[in-house]
């Protein structure tokens, strides 16, 4: 079955509720989030989902050169940052769309679907 990756955006710049105006709308939004992921895990689309710490907390790592560059912060410099994933199986693209849909209900962020390469897509684009 296809894989993809539900990525969920939020601000650089969280403030002491992450992305939320307050606590009771943080602490709302991590319960819809347990029971989407909940249904996601009984209905056999989950294979992983989890958050991540804010970007000022990455350190971003470039190995081509003769030495190794580590530098604080994240790669990119924008306004949003990924804050949490969900990797599930679906049996298409518009299933994968409506699971983000829900997803992006639930946790109150926006959600950029990608599948996963595969074995098929890589011979699709070699042969072109």
Known sequence: MPRYLL??????????????PSQEAMLQAFAD???FNERLQRDGHLVFADGLEPATTATTVDGQGEKTALT????LETKEHLGGFWVIEAA???????LAA???KACRGTVEVR????????RALLAS
């Open 92 to 98: 298409d693209l518009d299933v994968a769309l409506a």
């Open 72 to 75: 604080d912060g994240p790669y």
């Open 115 to 122: 599948p996963f390469r595969t074995e098929e897509s890589v």
């Open 7 to 20: 990525s969920v955006y939020g601000p650089a710049e969280p403030t002491e509720f992450g992305a939320y």
């Open 33 to 35: 989030t347990r029971a």
């Open 102 to 104: 829900e997803g992006s």
